[in-house]
T-cell receptor
Framework: RKEVEQDPGPFNVPEGATVAFNCTYS??????FFWYRQDCRKEPKLLMS???SGNEDGRFTAQLNRASQYISLLIRDSKLSDSATYLC???????????FGAGTRLFVKA | GAGVSQSPRYKVAKRGQDVALRCDPI?????LFWYQQALGQGPEFLTY????????KSGLPSDRFFAERPEGSVSTLKIQRTQQEDSAVYLC???????????FGPGTRLTVL
């Protein structure tokens, strides 16, 4: 079993839809959590960090559930430009080794 | 401002050749990471530097892989006697003292024939 797991998708949604992704992690010593966005043949870019209390940035909301060891990303009012692969990443306590999931592909259609 | 740059962007090597991949991090960033990303997968951690010190190299897949950052800025990832399974995109990322917000370079796409 991989340390960080994501549903690979693809998720095909119409513009304006709300879509949610989950990411599970197995190492309870994980400390910090992130969502990155990666466009085709481009580098990953940090979308948002995930805090224990949950956080929101415009149309994007991230949640952390330590008891069940998962993080989630909610995208409201999807735009065509949201089409990308969304990677979750986990940083272990006291370390620098960041573990990435394999990514969830999202296609937003007109 | 300048982001993370990597060179070359594309590299084709014959099996058995040695390759060297370069990373120029964001100026002032103390942390530097190398990742390997295979098609359809997320980045896999290779190694981490804090300034010139290589603090974690647990992700290097074999002793054919070697990384250095002698002056705490530019880093080089060297792969000796390349194999076909080394074909991947090699990403470099840098960040401030904490590993949280990492800025990635465009990657080097290595193809081993």
């Amino acid at each position: 079993r991989k340390e960080v797991e994501q549903d690979p998708g693809p998720f095909n949604v119409p513009e304006g839809a709300t879509v949610a992704f989950n990411c599970t992690y197995s190492n309870s010593a994980s400390q910090s959590f992130f969502w990155y966005r990666q466009d085709c043949r481009k580098e990953p870019k940090l979308l948002m960090s995930v805090y224990s209390s949950g956080n929101e940035d415009g149309r994007f909301t991230a949640q952390l559930n330590r008891a069940s060891q998962y993080i989630s990303l909610l995208i409201r009012d999807s735009k065509l430009s949201d089409s990308a692969t969304y990677l979750c990443a986990v940083l272990r306590l006291g370390g620098f080794k960041t573990i990435f999931g394999a990514g969830t592909r999202l296609f937003v259609k007109a | 401002g300048a982001g993370v740059s990597q060179s070359p962007r594309y590299k084709v090597a014959k099996r058995g050749q040695d390759v060297a991949l370069r990373c120029d991090p964001i100026s002032g960033h103390v942390s530097l990471f190398w990742y390997q990303q295979a098609l359809g997968q997320g980045p896999e951690f290779l190694t981490y530097f804090q300034n010139e010190a290589q603090l974690d190299k647990s992700g290097l897949p074999s002793d054919r892989f070697f990384a250095e950052r002698p002056e705490g800025s530019v880093s080089t990832l060297k792969i000796q006697r390349t194999q076909q399974e080394d074909s991947a995109v090699y990403l470099c990322a840098s960040s401030g003292p904490r590993a949280d917000e990492q800025f990635f370079g465009p990657g080097t796409r290595l193809t081993v024939l």
